[in-house]
C-alpha cells in the first residue's frame, strides 16, 4: 500500500525536494513542523487520493495550490 501523502521542500530555485510521506494531512503537517526545526522554509504536500497540493510555510500556514 502507498503512503497517500507526499511532503516535498521548496528549494529556493523553484524545484522540489521529497523528504518523505504520510498516512494523513495531519501526519504530514507534523512531520514538516519536525523538519522546519531543523531546516525552514515552505514545503508542499501532494495527496494522491484527491490529487490536491498544499504549500505548508513555517509558521504553519496551509494553503491549497489551484490546479
Given amino acids: 500500500m502507498t503512503t497517500p501523502i507526499d511532503?516535498?521542500?521548496?528549494?529556493?530555485?523553484?524545484g522540489?525536494?521529497?523528504l518523505g510521506s504520510a498516512q494523513t494531512l495531519e501526519?504530514?503537517?507534523?512531520?514538516?513542523q519536525?523538519?522546519?526545526?531543523r531546516s525552514p522554509g515552505e514545503f508542499v504536500l501532494?495527496?494522491?487520493?484527491?490529487?490536491?497540493?498544499?504549500i505548508v510555510k513555517p509558521d504553519g500556514e496551509t494553503?491549497?495550490?489551484?490546479?
Avoid at 501526519?27 to 514538516?32: E, L, N, S, T, V
Avoid at 519536525?34 to 526545526?37: N, T
Fill in 7 to 14: 511532503i516535498f521542500a521548496l528549494e529556493s530555485g523553484g
Fill in 16 to 18: 522540489v525536494n521529497w
Fill in 27 to 32: 501526519d504530514a503537517k507534523a512531520r514538516i
Fill in 34 to 37: 519536525e523538519l522546519a526545526r
Fill in 46 to 54: 501532494l495527496n494522491h487520493h484527491t490529487g490536491k497540493k498544499f
Fill in 63 to 67: 494553503r491549497a495550490l489551484e490546479a
